[in-house]
């Protein structure tokens, strides 16, 4: 059978270094590499508080897509696009959720009962919905009233690391997530400054996404007293990444949510403890013989979690060597496009 021609409509660039674009781009690529015609639709940046032009140019890419090609609609458009736009679409509409907008971090009343009103309206209107984690699936089930029947699990793929591990010394604490307040950059700086009698360095690996958070960062980071032992690397490359994932001996993200979080799966993939949240998809992505999961907005708990796996270097190596076994059983790129595929191909009909 040729699989069915598709278009995914994605806002701004798809080489953004965040979780869901590397999500989306690998899934680009994988529906691609099975030979199927899938148009990338590139739409404005400025989702998810469009611009009325972006709104504009959206409703119009959208509005001319051929009936015949079903379309995977990024969350960050599917969200916050006006209903009408997409109730005027022709062609069948699959949602890819990776978190509902309407739990993001940092949002006032008024954007977040917007997001939500938007969010449940507009997933009336979807064919169907890829979602990346068990947990992001029974959100929508339980929050919006969606029929776990029109939602497929479509898990992240993992590229398995092949750079020789290298551990700095003192021991490196690797975080890596973008500048932005649902992170939890700043809660692990609190605990970073908790940490006493032990030798240890941190990285910290993301761009500016949110400037004025950014800068708050900075400013905390002075105030703590952490120049020399704490940096903020900034974005980096895929091969400057993967020689950190090398250097590291703990992996941490004081995240505040997470609808999946592939940094976790990249760090197993190394074959690092972890130290998170039990928030969101964490506790569902953890190998739990790999991670240390405490309460967010905890800096005194988190701090407690890394000291513990500094002192006992044993411990270290117990749950480093869970979570290289765990990193080795997860799937490929190629297996997150032929579930999606599958939904392409079925889910829709002709």
């Known amino acids: 059978m ?13 080489n953004t270094l965040t979780g869901g674009y590397i999500y989306e781009r690998r899934l680009l690529e994988g529906l691609r590499a099975q030979g199927r015609d899938v148009a990338h639709i590139q739409l404005g940046a400025s989702f998810p508080d469009p611009t009325q032009a972006d709104m504009d140019d959206a409703a119009m890419r959208l509005a001319v897509i051929d009936p015949e090609r ?4 990024d969350g960050l458009v599917f969200g916050s696009i006006d209903t009408s736009v997409l109730a005027r ?28 009103r938007t969010e449940r309206d507009n997933l009336g209107l979807a064919a169907h919905i890829l979602v990346p984690s068990p947990h992001t699936a029974a959100l929508l089930t339980s929050d919006y009233g969606v029929s776990p029947d029109r939602i497929t699990i479509a898990r992240p793929g993992t590229v398995q690391p092949i750079v020789q591990t ?18 939890g950059h700043d809660i692990l700086l609190r605990a970073l400054a908790l940490l006493e009698g032990q030798e240890w360095q941190a990285v910290i690996v993301g761009a500016r996404y949110d400037a004025a958070h950014a800068a708050e960062l900075e400013q905390l980071h002075a105030q703590l007293g952490l120049a020399g032992r704490v940096r903020f690397a900034g974005r980096v490359d895929e091969d400057a990444l993967a020689r950190l994932y090398g250097q590291a001996a703990i992996f941490a993200l004081a ?28 506790p569902d992505t953890v190998a739990k013989a790999a991670g240390m999961l405490v309460e967010p907005e905890n800096p005194e708990a988190f701090a407690k979690a890394l000291d513990q796996l500094l002192a ?3 411990l270290r190596a117990q749950m480093a060597a869970a979570a290289g ?22 889910f829709l009909g002709d």
């Open 325 to 346: 076994r765990a990193g080795a059983a997860l799937p490929g790129w190629e297996q997150t496009a032929q579930v999606a595929g599958v939904v392409l191909d079925q």
């Open 255 to 282: 995240t505040r949510y997470e609808g999946y979080g592939i940094v976790f799966d990249e760090a197993m993939a190394h074959g690092l403890p972890i130290v998170s949240c039990q928030t969101g998809a964490v």
């Open 2 to 14: 040729t699989p069915r021609p598709a278009a995914f409509a994605i806002p701004g660039d798809i």
């Open 89 to 116: 679409m022709t062609a069948p509409i699959v949602a890819m959720i990776h978190h509902p907008l309407a739990h993001e971090s940092g949002l006032d009343a008024a954007q977040r009962h917007h997001f939500y």
């Open 70 to 73: 079903p379309v995977i609609l």
């Open 312 to 314: 006992d270097r044993g």
């Open 166 to 183: 290298a551990p700095a010394g003192p021991p490196l604490i690797l975080s890596v997530g973008i500048q932005h307040p649902r992170k």
